[in-house]
């Protein structure tokens, strides 16, 4: 910011050349009211401007202080996703191990019941499974009175053939 005065012109009539030569040698101020003036005008101007530099060397410190918690701020959140993304990944990963290996149960029942034969999809309900059990209870313990009849047969041949062979013997030693 420069100031410049520059002269009125002069009430006796000075020609222009002289006014020009005014106006070049006008930019030295000469000692006097307007150059003590013209010096503490530039002085509290100048006061000003260092007041106002100082004002924004602290909102400067200030904004510093902000951005450096605003890069905190967006180092942890950065640090929290990578997190996140990692943890989302991993239940990813472990519900893709867990359908792998449910495909893979059910590709083995799939070749169980191929060699059986048997129609194990016609029991989608709690009715259809319970009347399954309920037959195979049946059938469970049928072969359990066949066994039990079939130990009770060997008993009693066991039975008579020991009678038999005591009788036997007993008439061995009598006759």
Sequence with gaps: ?????????SRSGESEV??????????????GPARDSFVAETATKIEGLQVAIER??????????????????????DRWYAFHQSEK???????????????????RLDRIEARDGGDFHAYSSFEAVSRK??????????????KDVLRVCLLSA??????????????SLSG
């Design 18 to 31: 002289t006014s020009e030569r005014h106006n070049r040698t006008s930019h030295s101020l000469e000692p």
């Design 158 to 171: 066991m039975f008579v053939a020991s009678i038999a062979i005591l009788g036997i013997s007993f008439l």
């Design 56 to 77: 924004l060397m602290r909102g400067f410190e200030g904004l510093t202080d902000k951005v450096a918690a605003l890069e905190d701020a967006c180092a942890l959140e």
């Design 1 to 9: 910011m420069s100031a410049t005065i520059t002269p009125l012109p």
């Design 89 to 107: 990944r991993a239940k990813e990963n472990k519900l893709d191990e867990t359908v792998r290996y449910c495909r893979d149960l059910k590709a």
């Design 133 to 146: 059990l309920a037959e195979l209870e049946r059938l469970t313990s049928e072969r359990a009175k066949r």
